[in-house]
């Protein structure tokens, strides 16, 4: 079986567009070029993370607009037409992001530059041996795409360990449809969706990247790299040895892998340029960034809780913190993953967590897989308080 090719690039430190262009460049010439699937007149849909402010280059939040401006050019030169669009997070005004980034420099320039959420225009996708989807809803510059280019900014996650290629193609959905993966089950969700758009190349911006509580608020990792391929679980299963992971912990990957979307295998992946080994850093996991503790409060996670679960909760906790809402939390105990619920422990005390709680929940559950972090912040404080968003806009009401 011919193996699939990760190309890993070093950039300078702190790199200016020739910089990162020649990088972006050299990465796709050692994978082959692009030719092969971009085509003169092709539409070719250029997919950034815009999750959410921060946008400053150092946060490592967002993709740099340079690495996206460079795929534009590359892509413009083999005679297609680049369009770089995305939509933020569910609650995020996406135009925020992009004028106060360097996405509206680009716009400027004149590249096209689109905010998904504006088009409206929406269509469904099919989703081909779909597991908890049988169809997705996307936005109809989706459908018209001929080539999708998976254009992620490399960080740990909150809920799922990791978020690169395939996590970030979420972008592409509507804010309905991105709530009912977090509703119905986002680790093989997010696979049906990575079938239905079918993203042909993938170009990680390493650049500047986020360990701990990412994808917002993580703390910033200066790694001055790019990597490209056209197997995108294969790109992303090389991203997680980079920041110290074995793909099987990364469960995105890991179920794209075993659905024969893609090989995550060492031993199926040749990785030319940098060799791995001189590049990796483990990076702090979302779990081991700065955990709350605070007495009186119980979080119990029994032997079905998987990744999702215990960092959304550890996330919704560190929320609480942000918000200076911690006072909430003693009296309260969690409870994720099938445990058994505490018999010292009042029911109406009790925030059961996740699918694998539905059937021994309280009156306090939170549906999910997993829930977003606002809704589990929600369940903890009750009436007592409004949940302090935190980079979302719109009420809780209105966004989950």
Same mark, same amino acid.
């Given at each position: 079986m011919q193996k699939a090719t990760v190309s890993i690039v070093k950039t300078p430190a702190g790199p200016d567009f020739e910089q990162i262009y020649a990088a972006v460049k050299q990465s796709l010439d050692l994978i082959g070029g692009i030719e092969d699937i971009v085509r003169p007149g092709h539409l070719v849909l250029i997919n950034p993370s815009w999750v959410a402010p921060p946008v400053e280059r150092e946060a490592g939040c967002i993709t740099l607009p340079e690495v996206a401006r460079a795929i534009a050019d590359i892509v413009k030169a083999a005679g297609a037409r680049?369009?770089?669009? %995305?939509?933020? =997070?569910?609650?995020?005004?996406? %135009?925020?992001?992009?004028?106060?980034?360097?996405?509206?420099? $680009?716009?400027?320039?004149?590249?096209?530059?689109?905010?998904?959420?504006?088009? !409206?225009?929406?269509? @469904?996708? *099919?989703? %081909?041996?779909?597991?908890?989807?049988? #169809?997705?809803?996307?936005? %109809?510059?989706?459908?018209?795409?001929?080539?999708? /280019?998976?254009? *992620? !900014?490399? !960080?740990?996650?909150? #809920? +799922?360990?990791? +978020?690169? =290629? /395939?996590?970030?193609?979420?972008?592409? $959905?509507? @804010?309905?449809?991105?709530?009912?993966?977090?509703?119905?089950?986002?680790? @093989?969700?997010? /696979? @049906?969706?990575?079938?239905?758009?079918? *993203?042909? $190349?993938?170009v990680v911006d390493a650049v500047v990247c986020q360990e701990g509580v990412g994808p917002v608020f993580g703390k910033p990792v200066e790694m001055n790299l790019v990597l490209a391929g056209k197997d995108v679980v294969a790109v992303d299963a090389v991203c997680a040895r980079l920041i110290g992971y074995d793909p099987e912990e990364t469960l995105l990957t890991k179920n794209a892998a075993a659905r024969g979307l893609g090989v995550m295998d060492a031993e199926s992946i040749n990785i030319i340029g940098e060799p791995l080994e001189g590049v990796t850093r483990r990076f702090l996991r979302a779990i081991e960034d700065d955990p709350v503790e605070v007495e009186g409060f119980e979080l119990i996670h029994g032997e079905a809780a998987c990744t999702g679960c215990r960092n959304t909760v550890m996330s919704a906790l560190i929320d609480m913190r942000n918000a200076d809402q911690l006072m909430y939390l003693p009296g309260v105990t969690v409870v994720t993953g099938k445990a058994p619920l505490p018999a010292d422990a009042s029911p109406d005390n009790i925030v059961t967590i996740g699918l694998c709680m539905k059937d021994n929940q309280t009156e306090r559950h939170v549906k999910g897989c997993p829930p977003n972090n606002a809704l589990v912040v929600k369940a903890i404080i009750g009436d007592r308080a409004e949940v302090k968003r935190m980079y979302a806009e719109e009420s809780l009401d209105k966004t989950d």
């Open positions: 680049p369009v770089i669009a %995305e939509s933020s =997070a569910v609650g995020v005004d996406t %135009e925020k992001v992009i004028q106060s980034s360097g996405y509206r420099d $680009l716009l400027e320039l004149g590249y096209e530059v689109v905010n998904l959420k504006a088009t !409206k225009a929406t269509v @469904d996708l *099919p989703a %081909e041996n779909g597991i908890v989807f049988n #169809q997705v809803e996307c936005w %109809e510059l989706v459908k018209q795409a001929d080539v999708i /280019i998976s254009v *992620p !900014k490399l !960080k740990t996650h909150d #809920q +799922t360990e990791m +978020t690169c =290629a /395939i996590k970030k193609l979420k972008g592409l $959905l509507t @804010d309905k449809a991105k709530k009912a993966m977090h509703q119905e089950g986002l680790f @093989d969700g997010v /696979i @049906d969706l990575l079938s239905a758009v079918k *993203p042909r $190349l993938a």
